[in-house]
């Protein structure tokens, strides 16, 4: 099974292990901007060029899209935004520098230099730590599992996520809308 497949089967199972940040964006609507000239709003350009590596190294364009084509840097920056407070955020964005530091001291280059064998790396020596890591007060997870499920997050609550990537998209009884108000449904539907 490759690392899409089995996202894809642990997706169900993230309803129950989301931080409190991502549970309340997917929750409220959060989804990515889709506009030509986007800048980041939380984000320095830096950090968001890296964390679009990030999330594309986490679910790479296959024959399906990958995390940049469903924008998926953009969503995490409106997560950090509009649904993590001000001490979460600050730690988010302190805790994006390990990923260079990583690179740095096992390549000698920063992540967004490296190829992806060396992502690959990379992300499975932070999945480790992120395993292993305890925080007493539950409000901040390891940096790499806060990423992996809100790229998880903001793959699948996209359109390009649910066209190419969970399942085939009917657009019955209507169009597909990303962000729509829950009251106006009452519940959540699968398709």
Not at 74 to 88: C, H
Not at 95 to 116: G, I, R, T
Request: hydrophobic share 35%.
């Amino acid at each position: 099974m490759d690392r899409r497949e089995a996202l894809k089967a642990t997706s169900l199972f993230l309803g129950y292990t989301l931080t409190a940040g991502s549970a309340a964006a997917l929750l409220g609507g959060c989804k990515a901007e889709t506009s030509t000239g986007w800048q980041p709003k939380t984000l320095s350009s830096q950090q968001s060029e890296l964390l679009a590596e990030i999330c594309e190294s986490i679910l790479p364009k296959t024959d399906t899209p990958g995390a940049k084509d469903a924008l998926c840097h953009r969503y995490i920056d409106e997560l950090l935004t509009n649904f993590y407070e001000g001490e979460k955020q600050k730690y988010f964005l302190e805790s994006l520098d390990v990923f260079d530091d990583k690179s740095k001291s096992k390549y000698s280059k920063a992540f967004v230099a490296l190829n992806s064998n060396e992502r690959e790396e990379i992300l499975g020596m932070l999945a480790k730590e992120a395993k292993d890591y305890k925080d007493d007060t539950g409000k901040k997870p390891h940096i790499f599992k806060a990423i992996r499920e809100a790229t998880v997050a903001g793959y699948f609550s996209s359109e390009v996520g649910a066209n190419g990537g969970l399942c085939s998209f009917l657009p019955i009884p209507g169009p597909y809308q990303g962000c729509i108000d829950y009251t106006t449904v009452g519940k959540a539907y699968v398709l």
